[in-house]
């Protein structure tokens, strides 16, 4: 079974630049989350969606960040213009509705320098 | 407010079994014990977890105290590869996994 897809692996862009990451969940998990890990800390929530819809975006600076499923599938997660402290790991994960609490799989991440 | 504590770092023999703690003294009757380990330049790896049971699997062993105050994940036969920060969640539903530091867990030959 392949797992969570990520890209790009990697991204340094200047501050006030505009970045974008794709995610591609595990086939058939309906639910996908994003998260950012600080260097040193341990992953923060930013949004997740169920299907294409938004279940919980409390924690996403919505001045910068954007996020979408548009087809209920991948998403793409966008910050705009970024700044320093958005130098990071976004992680994306999913998981099958089935269970409460679900079992989340995470993919690589894609490390973010800002600089 | 943290909902668990852990040991900011541990040594294990390689070979020897790694037993890893977790205080959770606040838990409440609905929520689950979760463990992830994160090994460095990856994304978290799902480990275990369970309620009131103790559990095992392929991975590990989990064992949770009768009062579900604190619990231990048990690596039993640790491996270098299993040098890794591993964190110790309680959560109840799906968007309710908060990290926190973890435990680095530094498995030596």
């Known amino acids: 079974e392949a797992g969570v897809a990520q890209s790009p692996r990697y991204k340094i862009i200047e501050k006030r630049q505009s970045v974008a990451f794709w995610c591609n969940p595990i086939?058939?998990?309906?639910?996908l989350y994003w998260y950012q890990q600080i260097l040193g800390q341990g992953p923060k929530l930013l949004i997740q969606?169920?299907?294409?819809?938004?279940?919980?975006d409390s924690q996403l600076p919505k001045d910068r960040f954007s996020a979408e499923r548009l087809k209920g599938v991948d998403s793409t997660l966008k910050i705009q213009p970024a700044k320093l402290e958005d130098s990071a790991v976004y992680l994306c994960?999913?998981?099958?509705?089935?269970?409460?609490?679900?079992?989340?799989?995470f993919g690589p991440g894609t490390r973010l320098t800002v600089l | 407010d943290a909902k668990t504590t852990q040991p900011t770092s541990m040594d294990c023999a390689e070979g020897r079994a790694a037993n890893l703690p977790c205080n959770h003294s606040?838990?409440?009757?609905?929520?689950?014990v979760y463990w992830y380990r994160q090994i460095h330049s990856q994304g978290p790896q799902y480990i275990i977890h369970?309620?009131?049971n103790n559990e095992t699997n392929e991975m590990a062993s989990l064992i949770i105290t009768e009062d579900r105050k604190s619990s231990t994940l048990i690596l039993p036969h640790a491996t270098l590869r299993d040098t890794a920060v591993y964190y110790c969640?309680?959560?109840?539903?799906?968007?309710?996994?908060?990290f926190g530091a973890g435990t680095r867990l530094t498995v030596k030959p």
């Open positions: 994960a999913s998981s099958y509705i089935g269970t409460n609490p679900d079992t989340q799989y």
């Open positions: 369970g309620l009131k």
């Open positions: 086939s058939g998990h309906a639910t």
């Open positions: 969640i309680v959560r109840v539903r799906n968007n309710d996994m908060r």
């Open positions: 969606f169920q299907n294409n819809g938004v279940v919980d």
């Open positions: 606040t838990i409440s009757g609905n929520e689950y």
